[in-house]
């Protein structure tokens, strides 16, 4: 495990496989799309396009995408990255919610459960409890994204 030191009094982590890859080139704590920080380069000194590093390491082409199992983009060791789809990147971002839990809502005097897939919401049913409806949206998403859902409960499913 190697340290690699970026701007802003920041550092990432890599394996020692690719330090010689990866030092080979100046990294810095930049901000995504989303403004979150992230370890990224220039991908030529003229080119103001940037590269992720969790990304470089991988030699991921367009389209795939990665997912920090950890949630820490600053560990970028091999252990910790995972190629998954878009889908599958865009329901591990975590949102807020009035019910305290993932993919449930109020609605009148229940609580409704739903999950997306591949920009298509599938709604799980209207539920007494938040809980109840939680637990319904666990179920879902172990079927529809298996080891990598994101769940309410995950010692109780898992």
Same mark, same amino acid.
């Given at each position: 495990?190697?340290?690699?030191?970026?701007?802003?009094?920041?550092?990432?982590?890599?394996?020692?496989?690719?330090?010689?890859?990866?030092?080979?080139?100046?990294?810095?704590?930049?901000?995504? *799309?989303?403004?979150?920080?992230?370890? @990224?380069?220039?991908?030529?000194?003229? %080119?103001?396009?940037?590269?992720?590093?969790?990304? /470089?390491?991988?030699?991921?082409?367009?389209?795939?995408?990665?997912?920090?199992? *950890?949630?820490?983009? /600053?560990?970028?060791?091999?252990? *910790?990255? @995972? @190629?998954?789809?878009?889908?599958? *990147? =865009?329901?591990?971002?975590?949102?807020?919610?009035?019910?305290?839990?993932?993919? @449930?809502?109020?609605?009148?005097?229940?609580?409704?459960?739903?999950?997306?897939?591949? =920009?298509?919401?599938? /709604?799980?049913?209207?539920?007494?409890?938040?809980?109840?409806?939680?637990?319904?949206?666990?179920?879902?998403?172990?079927?529809?994204?298996?080891?990598?859902?994101?769940? %309410? /409960?995950?010692?109780?499913?898992?």
């Amino acid at each position: 495990m190697k340290i690699v030191p970026l701007t802003r009094g920041l550092t990432a982590i890599i394996d020692d496989q690719d330090v010689s890859r990866v030092l080979a080139h100046r990294w810095r704590a930049g901000k995504t *799309n989303h403004g979150e920080l992230s370890p @990224v380069r220039r991908k030529t000194p003229c %080119n103001p396009t940037t590269i992720r590093l969790s990304r /470089f390491i991988l030699e991921l082409p367009r389209g795939m995408e990665i997912r920090h199992k *950890n949630g820490d983009r /600053f560990d970028c060791r091999r252990e *910790n990255l @995972v @190629v998954v789809s878009r889908g599958e *990147n =865009q329901q591990r971002k975590p949102r807020p919610s009035s019910s305290g839990y993932r993919g @449930v809502s109020r609605h009148r005097q229940a609580y409704q459960a739903r999950i997306t897939r591949d =920009q298509q919401t599938l /709604f799980l049913g209207l539920h007494a409890t938040a809980e109840a409806a939680a637990r319904r949206y666990d179920l879902e998403a172990l079927r529809l994204y298996g080891s990598n859902a994101r769940l %309410n /409960f995950p010692a109780v499913l898992a």
